[in-house]
Nanobody, 123 residues
Framework: QVQLAESGGGLVLPGGSLRLSCVASGHTFSSYGLGWFRQAPGKEREVVAAISWSNTDRYYSHAVKGRFTISKDDRKKTVYLDMNSLRPEATAVYYC????????????????WGRGTQVTVSS
């Protein structure tokens, strides 16, 4: 079974940038793609971005479109989330998970969640 591990979180000033990584261990992917979610204290988990393994589909939430970029490196089995112009409201634990099917932003359509990485945007 594939295991996912996030890294790259930390403390950053407003307006700053971070690159998150999601490394997959294992040999095969039966999923459609991979998504990044975030969950802030007291709030529901929300999708941030998603990418298909074929690289033909990418999704960004309205809140991050134009500032975040999702990409992947098949050789390294890694999916990245480049976050620019970070705002304090981006503070959350960021998770990656495998996407069960195309064109979905429902957390119930994602599985095999990583343990998350904390991102804090604060001055």
């Amino acid at each position: 079974q594939v295991q996912l591990a996030e890294s790259g979180g930390g403390l950053v000033l407003p307006g700053g940038s971070l690159r998150l990584s999601c490394v997959a261990s294992g040999h095969t992917f039966s999923s459609y793609g991979l998504g990044w979610f975030r969950q802030a204290p007291g709030k529901e988990r929300e999708v941030v971005a998603a990418i298909s393994w074929s690289n033909t589909d990418r999704y960004y939430s309205h809140a991050v479109k134009g500032r975040f970029t999702i990409s992947k490196d098949d050789r390294k089995k890694t999916v990245y989330l480049d976050m620019n112009s970070l705002r304090p409201e981006a503070t959350a634990v960021y998770y990656c998970a495998e996407q069960r099917r195309a064109s979905t932003t429902l957390s119930t359509d994602y599985y095999n969640w990583g343990r998350g990485t904390q991102v804090t945007v604060s001055s």
